[in-house]
């Protein structure tokens, strides 16, 4: 069953990436749209986001 996309939790591009962390754990998900002006801008995945944190850990940035 598909949930209308209107209907998901959402983070904008200007977003803190805590944002979208937190409503991932809030609504058990893997993925967030990210939107940008009203209109879909991409896929915001857990994995990606554990990649960055990574990346930033290695690198001190």
């Not at 904008?12 to 990210?34: F, I, R, S």
């Not at 896929?43 to 554990?50: F, G, K, M, S």
């Amino acid at each position: 069953i598909m949930t209308p996309l209107g209907e998901l939790p959402r983070v904008e591009v200007n977003d803190e990436l805590l944002t979208a962390v937190q409503l991932m754990d809030a609504n058990q998900l893997g993925q967030l749209p990210v939107f940008d002006g009203g209109r879909l801008a991409g896929l915001l995945t857990r994995d990606e986001v554990i990649h960055h944190l990574r990346l930033r850990a290695e690198t001190g940035a």
